[in-house]
C-alpha cells in the first residue's frame, strides 16, 4: 500500500484534533506508520483549524505537500473549500458537513458568507467525488448532542471503505480515546458509517480502485 494524505479542516471547537488522534491510532495499530501536524488560527474565538494526516508504510514527513490530499474531511463548509482548493488531488474525496459557523463579523452584519449553494457548487468543479451531509443535524438527531459531529464525519469516511482501517478497530480507539461520551460518539458514527456505505456507490471509478486495491 502506499500512502494516504488526509486534510481535516474546520474552526476551533469543532473537534479536528480527536478526529485527527482517532484516525492516528486506528491506523498505527492496523500496524501502519501514521504522521500529522496541525496549524491554527484564533482557534479559541472560531479561527481556522487545519489537520495534516498521513498514513501508510512509507510515511516520513508530516505535512501534506500541495494537491497531495485524497482526502479532504471538512467540518465547516468554507473551511472544506479553502482547504480543498489549495490540498486536493484531483478528483479525491471530500466529505463536507454543510452546517456553516459563522464569523463574528459575518454575524455582527460586517462581512458576507457564502450560501451553502454555492460552497458547494464550487466544490463540485474540484472533484465528482463530493459528499455532502448536515453532519450537524445528522449527529444531534442520532445521538443528542451536535458535538459528536466529528464523529459522525469519521464514521462517513470509514463507510465509504477507502482506507484500510476495520470498522471495528476504529470503534475500539472511539471508546478508548473518550470513554466518558463512548454512547453518544458510538451512535454518531454508527450514523456516519451508515451514510458512507450507502454512499459508496457514488464515488468514481478510481476510488473504486483504491477500495479495492488499497493503492493510490
Not at 18 to 47: C, H, N, P, V, W
Not at 62 to 72: A, C, E, F
Not at 106 to 121: D, F, N, Q, T
Not at 142 to 152: P, Q, V
Amino acid at each position: 500500500m502506499k500512502n494516504f494524505n488526509l486534510i481535516i479542516c474546520g474552526v476551533g471547537g469543532q473537534g479536528n484534533l480527536l478526529l485527527e488522534k482517532i484516525l492516528g491510532l486506528s491506523a498505527i495499530r492496523s500496524g501502519y506508520a501514521a504522521r500529522a501536524a496541525d496549524t491554527f488560527g484564533a482557534s479559541q474565538r472560531g479561527g481556522a483549524v487545519l489537520s495534516h494526516f498521513r498514513m501508510g508504510s512509507g510515511v516520513h514527513a508530516s505535512l501534506v505537500p500541495m494537491g497531495k490530499s485524497h482526502i479532504v474531511l471538512g467540518l465547516e463548509p468554507v473551511e472544506t473549500l479553502r482547504a480543498a482548493v489549495q490540498y486536493l488531488y484531483p478528483q479525491g474525496i471530500v466529505v463536507v458537513n454543510t452546517a456553516p459557523v459563522l464569523p463574528v463579523l459575518v454575524k455582527a452584519g460586517k462581512a458576507a458568507y457564502p450560501s451553502p449553494e454555492i460552497v458547494l457548487r464550487l466544490l463540485s468543479r474540484l472533484t465528482e467525488n463530493l459528499i455532502d451531509l448536515d453532519a450537524t443535524k445528522l449527529t444531534l438527531e442520532a445521538s443528542g448532542n451536535a458535538r459528536s459531529m466529528n464523529i459522525t464525519i469519521l464514521g462517513v469516511l470509514i463507510g465509504l471503505d477507502v482506507l484500510p482501517l476495520d470498522v471495528d478497530s476504529v470503534k475500539a480507539v472511539i471508546a478508548d480515546t473518550s470513554p466518558i461520551h463512548v454512547s453518544g460518539n458510538m451512535a454518531a458514527f454508527e450514523a456516519g458509517w451508515n451514510l458512507g456505505c450507502e454512499k459508496r456507490s457514488a464515488l468514481t471509478p478510481a476510488i473504486s480502485y483504491w477500495r479495492e486495491k488499497r493503492t493510490v
